[in-house]
């Protein structure tokens, strides 16, 4: 039999083509991803880039820490602490303190980054004066970068400032991700941001340790340890985790897609050959000898498909690298590393999954009879194995029992990135391998119309789409595979997001909302002036956090508002299973149904934003909802917290437009925003997280070329695979254009099939999503990408028609005779 694979591979290659392209771009995605992943689970070490020149950083206390019996847990306090006053004080008698503070400012034309200091911390980055010179009185600045000249004038969220000069960074202490700064005199930057949490100290370090020693949670930074006082040290930290969470969703998804493809590849074009086959058999061929053949021919198309899909993944994987980068997906120092095991990796999940594939293909080819096999070879009496059947039929009830498992248990798990992403995979697979059992009902009724139109044409296109199941579904395969991924991806988002805006919707009553411009929030004369519009009733809250440790060893953060109560039921309605709003005070607290404790009259041991600890009566349960319900605290509960968001509702009688006005013109000086609630909920919700965002549009992306260039690859080798029916179509007196209208239209009738299958995915696992927020309390429209599915089905629509069309009529230029005779 050896001597039968060369010759299979001359005769058959367009079937060894269509095989080698789908192997070769699925191992290329498997590399791609594997090398993405790869080289991101180590950063560079990042040096100190503000501080570079500073002897001694000196910072409070920033970070919650909480001893529990299986070890210690920690996480960020949402309002740092400042450095003791007595601390300080003795510190100025170490050497030359200096105070520092960070916020952002809005300048028309800046950096929308833009962030202000004061300028004496200047000289630690260390920055020099490149034009002009320092800043002197409270309107002038000194700036960084090109972005302004000296003698320029710049409105900005703090006043209108002349720049005076201009700074550039000493030497290469800059590094990816470094500031765009503003910097005012010391004075001016006090009043602009009156909280600071570090200092400079030009001082011993061992003599500032001794002094602040026994002041609870204050470090002292020396060294590399001074990049921890820069703006967000953890970025890169907190990049990684970001990028592995997005390329390992689109490595999962494309992995499943490519061993999805390259399975259904491969066992198509072993059940092409069974003819074949059936007259190897008759010429005295045994199974296994049969068996044989086919894997030796699948591992030579294997082994060069996989190493060429290697070479191609390290290649494209730089592109995806700077893609990343480019988006801001990636700091900018990410690249692609010299890593060998994805390629291994690669190459034998690519070999495995071929080998596979065309091992349960020919299974069944080698055990079916000689006279059996050339009788199936034209009509698929029977398209789908028992096992097949058993195997995907089991599959379809662990899709639906775990669904309705995690119904009843945790409702919440199906609305987790992780699940409804991983989740549709279990259910495309089984309506996969069913759809040889599948595909006749939607055939025959989508072709019910053209069948009974005037001519032949719609007729033979139904049935030969009907008798020919394996290569309906085999073609309508990709497209289920493209409609389903981006039906329950995109899907899920949207219902989400909608889900959360109808959340944000109901939980206010305001008709105005103020929102600050920069992280300073409005001081305590802008919340007066605000207070003092005629007609308007106000409620001004602050974002902060409480941390709560569960079950004793779980520190958990929870997002805060700090409200005045009173006020607050004017403006608020939240969805509360327990108690009341008015009934929050200071030594209260209004949780949602997710906490471990959430009884009302219960009392819960809390840490407040600041790192304060705290025992809070509990005045009110919330409903859990989409998992954004957080918390609510009196303002005394969040001292450092500013005020950043004004609700308003107007008084009877009160004009909306009067009352915008002098709303406006209460907050002119600071800079704040006003707008009307509806406004308000477009701004801020949906507000899908962007890494989850660009990873889903990134699996789409990956998974929808591949599956069309899959979807043109199999309707290639499946149209290259008619020549004879072609023939007698000819013979029987059809014009070549009719046969080719009859070829598109039978490619157009497929192609809707696997689109109305994978929306029957996507809709049920939208259906389960929305049963979960139901039980969450929140009742909201399943949202469905119609736009989406539609663009989606019509490229795959086109795809088809012309991978159906372009071989057939290659196909129809040799004599019809020639064609009839000819090896099928």
């Known amino acids: 039999m050896l001597s039968t694979t060369p010759g299979a591979l001359r005769t ?101 980054d833009l962030v202000g200091h004061p300028w004496p911390t200047a000289a630690f980055a260390p920055y020099r004066l490149d034009a002009g010179r320092a800043p002197e009185a409270a309107d002038e600045v000194v700036v960084s970068g090109d972005w302004a000249r000296p003698g320029a004038r710049v409105r900005t969220d703090g006043g209108t400032v002349r720049v005076v000069g201009t700074v550039g960074v000493v030497g290469a202490v800059t590094g990816p991700g470094f500031e765009n700064a503003v910097f005012y005199t010391d004075a001016r930057a006090a009043e602009l941001s009156p909280r600071s949490s570090q200092l400079v100290v030009d001082a011993d370090p061992a003599a500032v340790r001794e002094a602040v020693r026994g002041d609870e949670g204050v470090q002292v930074l020396t060294g590399d340890a001074r990049r921890y006082a820069d703006p967000d040290p953890d970025r890169d930290r907190e990049a990684l985790t970001a990028m592995n969470a997005m390329f390992g969703t689109a490595g999962g998804v494309t992995g499943f897609v490519s061993v999805f493809v390259v399975a259904s590849t491969f066992a198509f074009a072993v059940a092409q050959r069974r003819r074949e086959f059936g007259l190897l058999r008759t010429a005295g061929a045994t199974p296994g000898q049969i068996r044989r053949m086919v894997v030796r021919e699948a591992l030579a198309v294997g082994v060069l498909a996989s190493a060429a899909g290697c070479v191609l993944g390290s290649r494209a994987a730089p592109g995806l690298a700077r893609w990343a980068v480019e988006e801001n997906l990636a700091p900018r120092w990410f690249t692609i590393g010299d890593h060998a095991w994805p390629c291994h990796v690669a190459f034998w999940t690519g070999l495995s999954v071929a080998l596979c594939g065309v091992l349960a293909a020919s299974w069944r080819a080698g055990r079916t009879g000689p006279a059996e096999a050339l009788r199936e070879a034209s009509v698929d009496t029977r398209p789908m194995t028992r096992g097949r059947l058993l195997f995907g039929a089991a599959l379809l ?146 974002s902060s956090a409480v941390y709560v440790l569960e079950d004793g060893v779980a520190l958990i953060r929870s997002e805060a508002r700090a409200v005045a109560p009173r006020p607050f039921a004017a403006t608020a309605r939240l969805p509360l299973a327990a108690g009341t709003v008015s009934a929050l ?52 509960n969040a001292a450092a917290a500013p005020v950043d968001r004004v609700d308003v509702r107007l008084a009877e009688g009160a004009d909306v437009r009067a009352v915008a006005a002098g709303l406006r013109q209460a907050v002119r000086a600071s800079g704040g925003e006003v707008v009307t609630r509806d406004a308000w909920v477009r701004a801020m919700y949906p507000r899908t997280d962007r890494t989850t965002r660009m990873g889903v549009f990134l699996v789409l992306g990956i998974a929808l ?79 469905m990408p119609w736009a989406t599915l539609a663009a989606v089905l019509g490229a795959c629509a086109v795809l088809a028609v012309i991978s159906a069309v372009v071989p057939a009529g290659l196909l129809l230029r040799r004599a019809a005779v020639d064609g009839g005779a000819g090896r099928r």
């Open 585 to 636: 005070d200071d030594d209260s607290i209004i949780v949602n149904e997710e906490w471990e404790k959430h009884t009302v009259g219960e009392r819960v041991d809390v840490w407040l934003g600041d790192g304060t600890r705290r025992s809070l009566r509990i005045a009110a349960v919330m409903t859990v909802g989409t998992g954004d319900n957080g918390v609510y605290v009196t303002p005394r």
């Open 12 to 112: 058959r290659w367009v079937t060894f083509v269509g095989s080698f392209v789908a192997l070769c771009l699925g191992v290329a995605l498997v590399a791609v991803m594997g090398l993405t992943l790869a080289s991101s689970l180590d950063a560079p070490q990042r040096g100190p880039e503000r501080f570079a020149a500073a002897p001694v950083v000196v910072r409070g206390q920033d970070t919650l820490r909480v001893p529990t019996p299986i070890g210690e847990r920690s996480q960020k306090l949402a309002q740092s602490r400042a450095v003791p006053a007595d601390a300080v004080a003795r510190l100025r008698n170490l050497g030359t303190v200096v105070q520092d503070r960070s916020f952002a400012v809005r300048a028309e034309g800046g950096p929308a």
């Open 705 to 783: 070329l591949y599956t069309g260039i899959s979807l043109a690859n199999t309707m290639v080798m499946a149209t290259s695979d008619r020549s004879r029916e072609l023939a007698v179509l000819r013979l029987a007196g059809a014009t070549r254009w009719q046969v080719l209208r009859l070829v598109g239209a039978e490619a157009l009738m497929v192609v809707v099939v696997g689109g109305l299958l994978g929306a029957l995915v996507a809709g049920l696992q939208l259906a389960g999503m929305w049963g979960a927020l139901g039980l969450r309390s929140v009742w909201t429209s399943v949202e």
């Open 397 to 542: 009830t662990a899709a639906a029992v775990t669904l309705v498992w995690a119904l009843v248990t945790n409702p919440g798990e199906l609305l987790q990135r992780k699940t409804y992403v991983s989740r549709p995979m279990l259910l495309i697979t089984a309506v996969a391998l069913l759809a040889p059992a599948l595909v006749r009902w939607p055939t025959r009724l989508i072709a019910w119309l053209p069948a009974r139109l005037p001519g032949a044409g719609g007729m033979l296109a139904r049935e030969n789409a009907a008798a020919g199941v394996r290569r309906t579904a085999a073609v309508a395969a990709p497209v289920l595979v493209t409609v389903a991924l981006a039906g329950s991806l995109l899907g899920a988002t949207a219902t989400l997001d909608e889900a959360r805006a109808t959340e944000v919707r109901g939980r206010t009553a305001a008709d105005l909302v103020v929102t600050s411009a920069g992280d300073a929030g409005f001081d305590e004369a802008t919340v007066r002036r605000l207070r003092g519009v005629s007609g308007a009733e106000v409620s001004a809250s602050s």
